[in-house]
C-alpha cells in the first residue's frame, strides 16, 4: 500500500515548480517512503526494535523514473505523454476523490477519463476553498491581482489547496536536508579557520545552513517564518509537539544539525538506526547535563591537560606528542569505559598512535605516574630485550572502575611508529578474548581505536580493517573509532593530504554513523560518546567520533609549527585551552565555585610532583612491566628449555586419517562434488597404506593439537580449499546454498574448536589481525597462509615492525605461523618467491659466533634466544613435526615456513605413518640416507640444499648414476642454523667438496645467509681447509623468469655444474628405462581391461586404452634416437591459478605415483632407517 501512495504522490506534486533533478528526484521519493514507511509501523504491535526493517526496495520506482527521464531529454515523444506532462511541467489534472484513488496510481492523465463538465466544475470550485494557515500567513508571498496564486495550478485542476501542499513538502525537504547535509554547515573548527558563512534571514538572525545545505530551498528560509506546519514523522523536532512555525523549525534544526555536532548518518541504509540516532538528538533536551555530570567533566579535563602542563613543565626539551589541543579525549574515553562497563564490558582493547598515549595510560589505565616519568630519566633496563620509546610503549591493567564499582581490563596495545598498522592487531586481539571469553556477540569486550585525521584517510590499511567489521570470521561486533582531529599531519594541510571533506570519510563505506564535534565544547564531546557508547552496546556496528580540534605545539614539542602553518598557530597561540573555557562557563552556572576550580588543579599538580620526586628514586626499569600480553600462569614453574615430544600414537593417526578421507555421514544428505569425491578416495588409499602426502600430514597436525585440547586457526585467502586445490577442509553442498561441511570438526566429542575461514583479499590487515590473535593466549595454534609467498609483501610492515621485532621491543611473545608457498616452477616472477632472504636478514641470530653445541639444551636454547624460525620444510612429516612443536615448546615463536607448491603432489613427498609416531620427531636436517652414506670416504661431493630443489637433485643424481659419490643433505631448518649437525655431515664427508645448492637467484634465497655460517662452521673445525661453494642461478633483480626457455636454461645450468653433462652409458641406461617403462604401461592396461570398476573403492582409476596411447607416443617420443642427448626437465608443476579444477589434480598424481613407483621402492630399500626416529 506504501509504494501506491508513492506512486500517488509522484504524480501529484509537480516537480517543475522545484527544478528537480534526477538525483534530487531518487532522494526526494527514498524519503518520501521512509516517511510512509514510519508512519505505517506506528500503529504495529510492539517488536523487537533491533531488527533493520528497512528495504532495498524503495529504490526501484526512483531508478525506473530516472531511466523515463534519460529517455524523455533525448526524445520527448519517446515516453508516454503523461510522462512528457511530468517531466515538462505543463499543466495536469489528478482526481483526488477517495473513490478514484486506485485509479490516479495509474498515470497522471487520468483526468481524460472524467467528462469536462466535471473538470471546469472542479476547476471552478477551487477559488471557493478555505484559506490554509500556510497561505494565510503569506508564506510564498501574495500573487498578483487576477494572476493564478503561485505554486497553484491551471484550469483543470481538482480542487484543492495546493499551495498549502507545496509548502508542507518544501519543508519536508528542508527537513530532509538538514538531516542529510546539515553537518556541512556545522560549527566544527574551534580555531574558526574552516566554518560555515551562514545566512541572514527575515528575522535578522543569521543562520548556519546557506545553500550547500539547503541547495534550491534556499530563498525559501526568506519567507515568512511565522507560517506554521505539521511536522512529518520523518523527524522528531517537535518532542510532542505536532504543528511549529517555520522559524521554530529552522532554529531547532540549526541547533541539532548545525551547532558544535556535525551528525553525519543518512548514509545508513537501516530505518531502524537512523531513527534512533534522530532521537539521540533531535529531541528537545536530547543533551542534557546535571551539575554532578558537569564536575565530573571539568574534573577529568583537569587531569587531562594538567599531565600534558606538568610534563611540558619538567621536561620541556622531550618528545612526548602531547594531547593539547584535544584534551577532551580523555573524558570522552573514560565516559565511553564508564558506560560500557554499565552495559556489561569487561575487556576494553585501545590501539592508538604515540600522540596522547601516556596521557592514556596514566589517566586512562591509572599506571603509577611515577613509572611513566621513570621513562624520561634514561635508566638502564635490567631484563633482555632493545626496548622501544615511551610513547610506543602498551601495558595491560586490570582495575576497579569507580564510577560503576566494577572490575575492568584495560589493554594499550603497543605500536611502532606506522600508525594504522596497529588497528587489525587490536582487532585480532579482541577478537581472541571474545572466544576465550564465550563472547558470542561482542558485550564483553569492547575495542577502542584511536586515529589522527591525516593517517585515518591516507593509510590503506584502515580501509582494509574497517573492512573486516562485518565479516564473520573476523567480526569484532563493533568497534569505536575516536579521531584526535589536529586539521594537520605533520606539516602537511588537509586541503593537500585527502581528497574528500572529511577525513573520515572511509567509515562510510561500512554505513558507520559519524559524529564530528567541536573539541572545545565538552559537553556535545561527552554526548557523542554516549551516543556512541549506545550504538555499539545496541547495534553491535562500528561507529566514529571526529573530534575536531588542534595541535597547540608542533608535531613534537620540539618541533617549529610556524614554519608551515604561521596563520594556524597565530590563532592557536591566543586561544585559551579548553579546561579554562569550561570551568569559566561552569563558574557562570553556578555549578562550580571558582576555588572548587582552583582546588582541582592543585590537588592533581600535588599529584604529578609527588610522583616526580618518587622517578627520582628509580634506578633501573623493567621492560616486562609494560608488556600488554601478559600469559599468567603460563611461564611459571615452567622449564623453557624442555621440548615436549611432538610425535602421536598410531591409533590417533588412524582416527584423523580415516574421518579426513571419508565424506559427511549419509545422514547429512551431503551432496559433495565428484571431484572431492576422488580426492578422498586417493586419501583413503594412503591412509590404507600407511603413507601420507602434504594435506593428510597437515591434517595429523591440527587435528592431533585439537585432541590436545589446542584451538586451531587457519586464516588466508582460499585456505578453506587451498590455493593449489590440495587442501579441501571445507566441503560445499552441490544443491544447497550455505551448506558446509569439515570433517576436521568432527574428530572428537571433547575437542577444541578449528576455526578455517577464507578471508579478504588483504595481507595486511589479515596478517596483523591474526598477530593479533596469537597475542591472546598461548595455547592456540594461529596459522596465515599466503596466496603465494610474495602476497606477503604488501605485509611487509606488520612482518617488519610487530612479527620479527615485537619481542625483543615490546617483551611480546607470539607463535604465529606463517605459511608461504614458494618455489621456482617458471610461472613468472611474482608468484615463484616468497621472498626468504628478507626473513632470513631479519633474523637475529649472530653468524660470526659458534654457539656452544655441547649444552644439552642446545636445540631449546637455540630457539629461546633468536626472534623467529625459518623453515623451508621437504616432507608431510616434518611438517606435522613442526606445527606440533610450535605449542610443546614452553615459550612462543613465530614459525616462517616456505610452503611447496608442486611438491605438494610429488610421489617422494611423502612420509610413512611411522614418521608421525611417538618416537619420531623435527628434524633440523634430514642427512644423506642413501648409499653414499654407507661409504662416506668414496663421496667426492656433498650437496647441501633446502626445500624443492632437493627432489630436482635427486632426480639428476639417479640419471647421472651418481648415487654412491654425490649426498644430498636437506637444511629443514635454516634459522636458527643447525651449526651441531652441519658439522656431523662435514666431518663424515671428511674427502668431499662441500656445494650449497638453491634454486633462486644468488643474490635472493638462503646463500646470504647460509654462507656467513657455514663459513663460521669451518673455523671452528681444526685442520679444515675447505670451503663452500655456491651453485645455482646468478643474481638477478627479479625472483624468477618469466620466460620458460630461460627457466629451464638456467636450471640445466647450475645442474650441469654439480653432476657434469650426461656420458653415452648414462643415456643408453635412459632409454631402456623409457621402453621398459612402455612395457610396463601396456601390461598394466591389458589386465586392467578384464577387471570390472568394482575391484575396491579405496583403488585408483585405471587408465584408458585412450590414455594408454598418448602414453606410448610420448614414450615413443622420448625413445626416439637423440631425444636422450640431455636429460629431461624437472617435472612440470600443476597450474598456478585459481582456475585449476578440483578433478585434474589427484589424476596426475595417479599417473605420476604410477611412473615412479620402482622409484619409491628403490630408496625405500637403499633407506636403513627413517631418520625421523627419535634418539633413544
Not at 647421472?960 to 666431518?987: G, L, N
Given at each position: 500500500?506504501?509504494?501506491?501512495?508513492?506512486?500517488?504522490?509522484m504524480l501529484?506534486?509537480?516537480?517543475?515548480?522545484?527544478?528537480?533533478?534526477?538525483?534530487?528526484?531518487?532522494?526526494?521519493?527514498?524519503?518520501?517512503?521512509?516517511?510512509?514507511?514510519?508512519?505505517?509501523?506506528?500503529c504495529?504491535?510492539?517488536?523487537d526494535?533491533?531488527?533493520?526493517?528497512?528495504?532495498?526496495?524503495n529504490?526501484?520506482?526512483?531508478?525506473?523514473?530516472?531511466?523515463l527521464?534519460?529517455?524523455?531529454?533525448?526524445n520527448?515523444?519517446?515516453?508516454?505523454?503523461?510522462?512528457?506532462?511530468?517531466?515538462?511541467?505543463?499543466?495536469?489534472?489528478?482526481?483526488?476523490?477517495?473513490?478514484?484513488?486506485?485509479?490516479?496510481?495509474?498515470?497522471?492523465?487520468?483526468?481524460?477519463?472524467?467528462?469536462?463538465?466535471?473538470?471546469?466544475?472542479?476547476a471552478?470550485?477551487?477559488?471557493?476553498?478555505?484559506?490554509?494557515?500556510?497561505?494565510?500567513g503569506?508564506?510564498?508571498?501574495?500573487?498578483?491581482?487576477?494572476?493564478?496564486?503561485?505554486?497553484?495550478?491551471?484550469?483543470?485542476a481538482?480542487?484543492?489547496?495546493?499551495?498549502?501542499?507545496d509548502?508542507?513538502?518544501?519543508?519536508?525537504?528542508?527537513?530532509?536536508?538538514?538531516?542529510v547535509?546539515?553537518?556541512?554547515?556545522?560549527?566544527?573548527?574551534?580555531?574558526?579557520?574552516?566554518?560555515?558563512?551562514?545566512?541572514?534571514?527575515?528575522?535578522?538572525?543569521?543562520?548556519?545552513?546557506?545553500?550547500?545545505?539547503?541547495?534550491?530551498?534556499?530563498?525559501?528560509?526568506?519567507?515568512d517564518l511565522?507560517?506554521?506546519?505539521?511536522?512529518?514523522?520523518s523527524?522528531?523536532?517537535?518532542?510532542?509537539?505536532?504543528?511549529?512555525?517555520?522559524?521554530?523549525?529552522?532554529?531547532?534544526?540549526?541547533?541539532?544539525?548545525?551547532?558544535?555536532?556535525?551528525?553525519?548518518?543518512?548514509?545508513?541504509?537501516?530505518?531502524?538506526?537512523?531513527?534512533?540516532?534522530?532521537?539521540?538528538?533531535?529531541?528537545?533536551?536530547?543533551?542534557?547535563f546535571?551539575?554532578?555530570?558537569?564536575?565530573l567533566?571539568?574534573?577529568?579535563?583537569?587531569?587531562?591537560t594538567?599531565?600534558?602542563?606538568?610534563?611540558?613543565?619538567?621536561?620541556?626539551?622531550?618528545?612526548?606528542?602531547?594531547?593539547?589541543?584535544?584534551?577532551?579525549?580523555?573524558p570522552?574515553?573514560?565516559?565511553?569505559?564508564?558506560?560500557?562497563?554499565?552495559?556489561?564490558?569487561?575487556?576494553?582493547?585501545?590501539g592508538?598512535?604515540?600522540?596522547?598515549?601516556?596521557?592514556?595510560?596514566?589517566?586512562?589505565?591509572r599506571?603509577?605516574?611515577?613509572d611513566?616519568?621513570?621513562?624520561?630519566?634514561?635508566?638502564?633496563?635490567?631484563?633482555?630485550?632493545?626496548?622501544?620509546?615511551k610513547?610506543?610503549?602498551?601495558?595491560?591493567?586490570?582495575?576497579?572502575?569507580?564510577?560503576?564499582?566494577?572490575?575492568?581490563?584495560?589493554?594499550?596495545?603497543?605500536?611502532?611508529?606506522?600508525?594504522e598498522?596497529?588497528?587489525?592487531?587490536?582487532?585480532?586481539?579482541?577478537?581472541?578474548e571474545?572466544?576465550?571469553?564465550?563472547?558470542?556477540?561482542?558485550?564483553?569486550?569492547?575495542?577502542?581505536?584511536?586515529?589522527?585525521d591525516a593517517?585515518?584517510?591516507?593509510?590503506?590499511?584502515?580501509?582494509?580493517s574497517?573492512?573486516?567489521s562485518?565479516?564473520?570470521?573476523?567480526?569484532?561486533?563493533?568497534?569505536?573509532?575516536?579521531?584526535?582531529?589536529?586539521?594537520?599531519?605533520?606539516t602537511?594541510d588537509?586541503?593537500?593530504?585527502?581528497?574528500?571533506?572529511?577525513?573520515?570519510?572511509?567509515a562510510?563505506?561500512?554505513?558507520?554513523?559519524?559524529?564530528?564535534?567541536?573539541?572545545?565544547?565538552?559537553?556535545?564531546?561527552?554526548?557523542?560518546?554516549?551516543?556512541?557508547?549506545?550504538?555499539?552496546?545496541?547495534?553491535?556496528?562500528?561507529?566514529?567520533?571526529?573530534?575536531?580540534?588542534?595541535?597547540?605545539?608542533?608535531?613534537?614539542?620540539?618541533?617549529?609549527?610556524?614554519?608551515?602553518?604561521?596563520?594556524?598557530?597565530?590563532?592557536?597561540?591566543?586561544?585559551?585551552?579548553?579546561?579554562?573555557?569550561?570551568?569559566?562557563?561552569?563558574?557562570?552556572?553556578?555549578?562550580?565555585?571558582?576555588k572548587?576550580?582552583?582546588?582541582m588543579?592543585?590537588?592533581?599538580?600535588k599529584?604529578?610532583?609527588?610522583?616526580?620526586?618518587?622517578?627520582?628514586?628509580?634506578?633501573?626499569?623493567?621492560?616486562?612491566?609494560?608488556i600488554?600480553s601478559?600469559?599468567?600462569?603460563?611461564?611459571?614453574?615452567?622449564n623453557r628449555l624442555?621440548?615436549?615430544?611432538?610425535?602421536v600414537?598410531?591409533?590417533?593417526?588412524?582416527?584423523?586419517?580415516?574421518?579426513?578421507?571419508?565424506?559427511?555421514?549419509?545422514?547429512?544428505?551431503?551432496?559433495?562434488?565428484?571431484?572431492?569425491?576422488?580426492?578422498?578416495?586417493?586419501?583413503?588409499?594412503?591412509?590404507?597404506?600407511?603413507?601420507?602426502?602434504?594435506?593428510?600430514?597437515?591434517?595429523?597436525?591440527?587435528?592431533?593439537?585439537?585432541?590436545?585440547?589446542?584451538?586451531?586457526?587457519?586464516?588466508?585467502?582460499?585456505?578453506?580449499?587451498?590455493?593449489?586445490?590440495?587442501?579441501?577442509?571445507?566441503?560445499?553442498?552441490?544443491t544447497?546454498?550455505?551448506?558446509?561441511?569439515?570433517?576436521?570438526?568432527?574428530?572428537?566429542p571433547?575437542?577444541?574448536?578449528?576455526?578455517?575461514?577464507?578471508?579478504?583479499?588483504?595481507?595486511?590487515?589479515?596478517?596483523?589481525?591474526?598477530?593479533?590473535?596469537s597475542?591472546?593466549?598461548p595455547?592456540?595454534?594461529?596459522?596465515?597462509?599466503?596466496?603465494?609467498?610474495?602476497?606477503?609483501n604488501?605485509?611487509?610492515?606488520?612482518?617488519?615492525?610487530?612479527?620479527?621485532?615485537?619481542?625483543?621491543?615490546?617483551?611480546?611473545?607470539?607463535?604465529?605461523?606463517?605459511?608461504l608457498?614458494?618455489?621456482?616452477?617458471?610461472?613468472?616472477?611474482?608468484?615463484?618467491?616468497?621472498?626468504?632472504?628478507?626473513?632470513l636478514?631479519l633474523s637475529?641470530?649472530?653468524?660470526?659466533?659458534?654457539p656452544?653445541?655441547?649444552?644439552c639444551?642446545?636445540?631449546?636454547?637455540?630457539?629461546?634466544?633468536?626472534?623467529?624460525?625459518?623453515?623451508?620444510?621437504?616432507?608431510?612429516?616434518?611438517?606435522?613435526?613442526?606445527?606440533?612443536?610450535?605449542?610443546a615448546?614452553?615459550?612462543?615463536?613465530?614459525?616462517?615456513?616456505?610452503?611447496?607448491?608442486?611438491?605438494?603432489?610429488?610421489?617422494?613427498?611423502?612420509?610413512?605413518?611411522?614418521?608421525?609416531?611417538?618416537?619420531?620427531e623435527?628434524?633440523?636436517?634430514?642427512?644423506?640416507?642413501?648409499i653414499?652414506?654407507?661409504?662416506?670416504?668414496?663421496?667426492?661431493?656433498?650437496v647441501?640444499?633446502?626445500?624443492?630443489?632437493?627432489?630436482?637433485?635427486?632426480?639428476?643424481?639417479?640419471?647421472?648414476?651418481?648415487?654412491?659419490?654425490?649426498a644430498?643433505?636437506?637444511?629443514?631448518?635454516?634459522c636458527?642454523?643447525?651449526?651441531?649437525?652441519?658439522?656431523?655431515?662435514?666431518?663424515?664427508?671428511?674427502?668431499?667438496?662441500?656445494?650449497?645448492?638453491?634454486?633462486?637467484?644468488?643474490?635472493?634465497?638462503?646463500?646470504?645467509?647460509?654462507?656467513?655460517?657455514?663459513?663460521?662452521?669451518?673455523?671452528?673445525?681444526?685442520?679444515?681447509?675447505?670451503?663452500?661453494?655456491?651453485?645455482?642461478?646468478?643474481?638477478?633483480?627479479?625472483?624468477?623468469?618469466g620466460?620458460?626457455?630461460?627457466?629451464?636454461?638456467?636450471?640445466?645450468?647450475?645442474?650441469?655444474?654439480?653432476?657434469?653433462?650426461?656420458?653415452?652409458?648414462n643415456?643408453q641406461?635412459?632409454?631402456?628405462?623409457?621402453?621398459?617403462?612402455?612395457?610396463?604401461?601396456?601390461?598394466?592396461?591389458?589386465?586392467?581391461?578384464?577387471?570390472?570398476?568394482?575391484?575396491?573403492?579405496?583403488?585408483?582409476?585405471?587408465?584408458?586404452?585412450?590414455?594408454?596411447k598418448?602414453?606410448?607416443?610420448?614414450?615413443?617420443?622420448?625413445?626416439?634416437?637423440?631425444?636422450?642427448?640431455?636429460?629431461?626437465?624437472?617435472?612440470?608443476?600443476?597450474k598456478?591459478?585459481?582456475?585449476?579444477?578440483?578433478?585434474s589434480?589427484?589424476?596426475?598424481?595417479?599417473?605420476?605415483?604410477?611412473?615412479?613407483?620402482?622409484?619409491?621402492?628403490?630408496?625405500?630399500?637403499?633407506?636403513?632407517?627413517?631418520?625421523y626416529?627419535?634418539?633413544?
Amino acid at each position: 500500500m506504501n509504494q501506491g501512495r508513492v506512486k500517488h504522490l509522484m504524480l501529484v506534486v509537480n516537480f517543475s515548480k522545484i527544478d528537480v533533478a534526477p538525483r534530487f528526484l531518487r532522494e526526494y521519493i527514498r524519503y518520501n517512503y521512509r516517511k510512509l514507511q514510519t508512519s505505517s509501523s506506528v500503529c504495529k504491535s510492539s517488536q523487537d526494535n533491533t531488527k533493520d526493517t528497512d528495504s532495498f526496495a524503495n529504490g526501484s520506482s526512483a531508478v525506473y523514473i530516472e531511466s523515463l527521464y534519460t529517455k524523455w531529454s533525448k526524445n520527448p515523444g519517446s515516453v508516454d505523454s503523461s510522462w512528457d506532462a511530468y517531466f515538462s511541467g505543463k499543466p495536469r489534472s489528478i482526481s483526488t476523490t477517495p473513490s478514484l484513488h486506485k485509479q490516479s496510481q495509474v498515470g497522471a492523465d487520468l483526468s481524460r477519463n472524467m467528462s469536462s463538465k466535471k473538470t471546469k466544475d472542479a476547476a471552478a470550485a477551487a477559488p471557493a476553498a478555505g484559506p490554509a494557515p500556510a497561505s494565510a500567513g503569506g508564506a510564498a508571498g501574495a500573487p498578483a491581482a487576477g494572476a493564478p496564486a503561485a505554486g497553484a495550478p491551471a484550469a483543470g485542476a481538482p480542487a484543492a489547496d495546493w499551495k498549502y501542499i507545496d509548502d508542507h513538502l518544501t519543508v519536508q525537504a528542508i527537513i530532509r536536508a538538514y538531516q542529510v547535509r546539515g553537518h556541512l554547515a556545522a560549527d566544527l573548527d574551534p580555531l574558526g579557520i574552516v566554518g560555515p558563512p551562514g545566512i541572514t534571514s527575515v528575522d535578522g538572525k543569521k543562520r548556519h545552513a546557506a545553500q550547500a545545505v539547503l541547495r534550491q530551498h534556499y530563498t525559501y528560509v526568506f519567507n515568512d517564518l511565522n507560517a506554521t506546519f505539521k511536522l512529518p514523522s520523518s523527524t522528531m523536532i517537535g518532542g510532542d509537539e505536532q504543528f511549529l512555525p517555520l522559524k521554530e523549525i529552522l532554529d531547532r534544526l540549526e541547533r541539532v544539525y548545525c551547532g558544535h555536532i556535525g551528525v553525519e548518518y543518512m548514509q545508513i541504509t537501516s530505518l531502524t538506526k537512523t531513527n534512533w540516532i534522530r532521537e539521540r538528538f533531535e529531541k528537545p533536551g536530547a543533551i542534557r547535563f546535571n551539575p554532578d555530570e558537569k564536575k565530573l567533566i571539568l574534573e577529568r579535563l583537569t587531569r587531562s591537560t594538567g599531565f600534558e602542563n606538568f610534563l611540558a613543565k619538567k621536561f620541556t626539551s622531550e618528545k612526548r606528542f602531547g594531547l593539547e589541543g584535544c584534551d577532551i579525549m580523555i573524558p570522552i574515553m573514560k565516559e565511553i569505559i564508564d558506560r560500557s562497563t554499565e552495559s556489561g564490558v569487561e575487556s576494553f582493547f585501545i590501539g592508538m598512535a604515540h600522540r596522547g598515549r601516556l596521557n592514556v595510560l596514566a589517566n586512562i589505565c591509572r599506571k603509577p605516574i611515577a613509572d611513566i616519568l621513570s621513562q624520561f630519566h634514561g635508566l638502564k633496563a635490567t631484563d633482555s630485550g632493545s626496548g622501544d620509546v615511551k610513547y610506543h610503549l602498551g601495558l595491560f591493567t586490570e582495575r576497579l572502575n569507580r564510577v560503576t564499582n566494577k572490575n575492568v581490563r584495560i589493554t594499550v596495545v603497543a605500536n611502532p611508529s606506522h600508525l594504522e598498522h596497529v588497528n587489525p592487531v587490536v582487532l585480532g586481539k579482541a577478537r581472541a578474548e571474545m572466544y576465550q571469553r564465550g563472547d558470542s556477540n561482542g558485550s564483553k569486550v569492547l575495542p577502542i581505536i584511536i586515529h589522527g585525521d591525516a593517517s585515518f584517510c591516507g593509510q590503506g590499511v584502515v580501509y582494509e580493517s574497517m573492512h573486516l567489521s562485518d565479516l564473520p570470521c573476523y567480526t569484532t561486533f563493533g568497534t569505536i573509532h575516536i579521531v584526535a582531529n589536529n586539521q594537520v599531519g605533520f606539516t602537511t594541510d588537509p586541503r593537500f593530504s585527502r581528497s574528500s571533506r572529511y577525513c573520515t570519510d572511509v567509515a562510510r563505506v561500512v554505513n558507520a554513523p559519524i559524529f564530528h564535534v567541536n573539541a572545545d565544547d565538552p559537553e556535545a564531546c561527552i554526548h557523542c560518546a554516549r551516543v556512541s557508547t549506545d550504538y555499539r552496546a545496541k547495534f553491535h556496528k562500528d561507529v566514529v567520533i571526529d573530534i575536531v580540534g588542534y595541535r597547540r605545539n608542533g608535531h613534537n614539542e620540539a618541533d617549529e609549527p610556524m614554519f608551515t602553518q604561521p596563520l594556524m598557530y597565530q590563532r592557536i597561540r591566543k586561544l585559551q585551552p579548553v579546561m579554562q573555557k569550561y570551568a569559566e562557563q561552569l563558574i557562570k552556572e553556578g555549578v562550580v565555585q571558582e576555588k572548587d576550580y582552583k582546588n582541582m588543579i592543585a590537588k592533581y599538580e600535588k599529584i604529578c610532583d609527588d610522583a616526580f620526586i618518587e622517578s627520582k628514586k628509580v634506578e633501573s626499569i623493567k621492560y616486562s612491566t609494560w608488556i600488554d600480553s601478559p600469559w599468567s600462569g603460563f611461564f611459571e614453574g615452567r622449564n623453557r628449555l624442555k621440548v615436549c615430544p611432538t610425535g602421536v600414537r598410531l591409533e590417533t593417526l588412524n582416527k584423523i586419517g580415516e574421518t579426513f578421507s571419508n565424506p559427511p555421514p549419509a545422514e547429512h544428505k551431503f551432496e559433495v562434488h565428484k571431484g572431492v569425491l576422488r580426492i578422498l578416495a586417493l586419501r583413503k588409499q594412503m591412509v590404507k597404506s600407511q603413507m601420507a602426502d602434504w594435506s593428510l600430514g597437515e591434517a595429523f597436525a591440527i587435528g592431533s593439537l585439537l585432541k590436545d585440547g589446542i584451538h586451531v586457526r587457519l586464516s588466508g585467502q582460499d585456505v578453506e580449499r587451498g590455493t593449489f586445490s590440495h587442501r579441501h577442509h571445507v566441503f560445499h553442498h552441490q544443491t544447497q546454498d550455505k551448506g558446509r561441511y569439515n570433517s576436521i570438526e568432527h574428530l572428537y566429542p571433547d575437542q577444541s574448536p578449528y576455526v578455517v575461514c577464507n578471508s579478504s583479499l588483504s595481507e595486511c590487515a589479515i596478517m596483523g589481525f591474526e598477530h593479533g590473535y596469537s597475542m591472546a593466549h598461548p595455547n592456540t595454534l594461529v596459522i596465515w597462509e599466503a596466496q603465494f609467498g610474495d602476497f606477503a609483501n604488501t605485509a611487509q610492515t606488520i612482518i617488519d615492525t610487530f612479527i620479527a621485532s615485537g619481542e625483543t621491543k615490546w617483551v611480546r611473545q607470539s607463535g604465529l605461523v606463517l605459511l608461504l608457498p614458494h618455489s621456482m616452477e617458471g610461472m613468472g616472477p611474482e608468484h615463484s618467491s616468497g621472498r626468504i632472504e628478507r626473513f632470513l636478514q631479519l633474523s637475529d641470530d649472530d653468524p660470526d659466533i659458534y654457539p656452544d653445541t655441547c649444552d644439552c639444551d642446545f636445540v631449546a636454547r637455540q630457539l629461546m634466544d633468536t626472534n623467529w624460525i625459518v623453515t623451508n620444510l621437504s616432507t608431510p612429516a616434518n611438517l606435522f613435526h613442526a606445527l606440533r612443536r610450535q605449542v610443546a615448546l614452553g615459550f612462543r615463536k613465530p614459525l616462517i615456513n616456505f610452503s611447496p607448491k608442486s611438491v605438494l603432489r610429488h610421489p617422494l613427498a611423502r612420509s610413512p605413518f611411522s614418521d608421525f609416531t611417538e618416537c619420531s620427531e623435527f628434524l633440523r636436517i634430514i642427512p644423506d640416507t642413501g648409499i653414499a652414506s654407507c661409504k662416506p670416504d668414496c663421496v667426492q661431493k656433498v650437496v647441501f640444499c633446502s626445500g624443492k630443489v632437493y627432489y630436482d637433485l635427486v632426480k639428476e643424481r639417479e640419471e647421472h648414476e651418481q648415487d654412491d659419490t654425490v649426498a644430498i643433505i636437506r637444511i629443514e631448518q635454516v634459522c636458527p642454523f643447525p651449526y651441531d649437525m652441519i658439522t656431523k655431515q662435514i666431518e663424515l664427508y671428511k674427502n668431499a667438496e662441500l656445494i650449497w645448492c638453491q634454486e633462486e637467484h644468488k643474490n635472493q634465497g638462503s646463500w646470504s645467509y647460509v654462507q656467513q655460517r657455514f663459513e663460521t662452521t669451518l673455523i671452528k673445525m681444526e685442520d679444515e681447509t675447505r670451503c663452500i661453494s655456491y651453485h645455482g642461478r646468478p643474481p638477478n633483480s627479479a625472483p624468477s623468469t618469466g620466460n620458460k626457455v630461460r627457466h629451464y636454461n638456467e636450471y640445466r645450468a647450475f645442474m650441469t655444474s654439480i653432476f657434469g653433462e650426461l656420458t653415452e652409458d648414462n643415456k643408453q641406461r635412459l632409454e631402456r628405462i623409457v621402453k621398459e617403462q612402455q612395457l610396463r604401461a601396456k601390461k598394466a592396461s591389458s589386465s586392467s581391461n578384464g577387471k570390472t570398476a568394482s575391484q575396491g573403492e579405496d583403488k585408483p582409476k585405471a587408465k584408458s586404452s585412450k590414455d594408454d596411447k598418448k602414453d606410448d607416443k610420448k614414450d615413443d617420443k622420448k625413445g626416439k634416437p637423440g631425444a636422450t642427448t640431455a636429460p629431461p626437465p624437472p617435472p612440470s608443476p600443476p597450474k598456478q591459478d585459481n582456475k585449476s579444477t578440483t578433478a585434474s589434480a589427484p589424476k596426475g598424481d595417479m599417473n605420476q605415483a604410477d611412473k615412479n613407483k620402482g622409484k619409491m621402492d628403490t630408496k625405500q630399500e637403499n633407506s636403513k632407517k627413517s631418520p625421523y626416529r627419535r634418539k633413544q
